[in-house]
């Protein structure tokens, strides 16, 4: 079994590919099946959210390369930019990984996200695509976000 340690970042050819749901893409310790039906262990590094297209080395020197799986997801496609911060902020409000694109909004399927969305009058279309949702403002920092932090300002988590 490939033992995959290391996100690598070159441009070489790949020994195989792996397709992933977002779940599965989240987690750093972990068996997969690869797409050419071997099985690899995940030994990566903690906190980091695997996106379609990355690379990762296994301790023998095989490359893996990451595809985001196609899941359940429901899109809102809108022109109007007012809509799409309106929609944008109602769904932060409930902390609901988006991914944001230029006219669209998505999630992991939720009807009642959905029906909520339709209640503002907008259209929200359940598909199959690839969920990459937006990493966060401190993914991937050194930020600690506890209760016991100060930033000289008074807010309410």
């Known amino acids: 079994m490939l033992k995959l340690t290391e996100i690598y970042h070159d441009t070489g050819p790949v020994y195989a590919s792996a397709t992933l749901t977002l779940a599965q893409r989240v987690r750093s310790r972990q068996k997969v099946r690869l797409d050419n039906g071997e099985t690899a262990g995940l030994f990566l ?21 990451v595809r985001a799986a196609e899941e359940a997801v429901s899109t809102l496609y809108v022109d109007d930019p007012l809509q799409l911060a309106r929609a944008s902020y109602h769904l932060g409000n409930r902390h609901v990984p988006l991914q944001i694109g230029a006219g669209f909004l998505r999630y992991q399927h939720d009807h009642v996200l ?44």
């Not at 590094?45 to 020197?61: I, N, P």
């Open 45 to 65: 590094e903690r906190g980091k959210t695997l996106q379609h297209g990355d690379r990762l080395r296994a301790e023998s020197g095989e490359v893996v390369e």
């Open 114 to 157: 959905d029906e909520m969305l339709a209640t503002m009058g907008l259209h929200v279309i359940s598909e199959q695509a690839r969920f990459e949702p937006e990493a966060g403002a401190y993914q991937g920092s050194n930020h600690a976000h506890g209760d016991a932090h100060h930033h000289g300002q008074n807010h309410v988590h």
